[in-house]
């Protein structure tokens, strides 16, 4: 690991925060450390951070970091399909910032892989990474006071499914009945960091 790629700093006795650059490398460095066995208890990915936490012995963390490189390409995770009713308050407003009608925007949406690179703002909401920058689209001006469960929104390049219903101020494409968050499962998220999200027409 470069040194002048990532910061590394106690957080509290048995925990410490890696700094990185961006998502993408959080997510990389986060999959590495996971195939890796990396003495800890969770690895969590974020926007520019990956949390070690139940670290028994922090200098032996730091020498396991050695073996990383930022250019190492992610562990693929596994795929999961997602049926979408493309019927969104939002569907004009993007198409019109695509440059294409509504059709245009379900073919350039359904027509990406995406990669769920961390988690957060409710449980079982992943941030999906894969659509192309010059596709990102801004956020509402003002936040709706309520967004139904199962909306799937776009904000920047992020595309995200609501888990419940909350305010949000994404653009929304559509609906699905997925259950992205379930307690009673082994792995109560459908998306945790790694999975491949594709989108399909419901």
């Not at 969590?44 to 012995?57: K, R, S, Y």
């Not at 653009?171 to 699905?176: E, H």
Request: charged residues 20%; contains cysteine.
């Amino acid at each position: 690991m470069d040194p002048r790629s990532v910061r590394l700093r106690p957080v509290g006795r048995t925990a410490a925060l890696v700094e990185v650059g961006d998502a993408a490398t959080a997510f990389a460095l986060a999959t590495w450390a996971r195939s890796a066995g990396v003495d800890a208890v969770e690895v969590v990915p974020a926007a520019e951070t990956v949390l070690f936490d139940g670290v028994a012995d922090p200098g032996a963390l730091a020498a396991a970091l050695e073996g990383w490189s930022p250019a190492a390409a992610p562990v693929a995770g596994e795929p999961v399909e997602v049926p979408v009713t493309y019927d969104g308050p939002d569907l004009d407003f993007v198409a019109e910032a695509w440059g294409t009608d509504r059709d245009g925007v379900v073919a350039h949406h359904t027509g990406v892989e995406y990669v769920a690179e961390f988690c957060g703002f409710a449980p079982g909401f992943s941030y999906l990474a894969g659509l192309p920058a010059d596709l990102a689209v801004p956020r509402l001006a003002s936040p709706r006071a309520r967004i139904p469960a199962g909306s799937v929104g776009l904000a920047g390049a992020w595309c995200g499914i609501y888990p419940t219903a909350s305010p949000g101020g994404w653009r929304l494409l559509g609906r699905t009945d997925v259950t992205l968050w379930d307690q009673t499962r082994e792995q109560p998220a459908l998306l945790p960091p790694g999975t491949r999200v594709t989108f399909v027409v419901a």
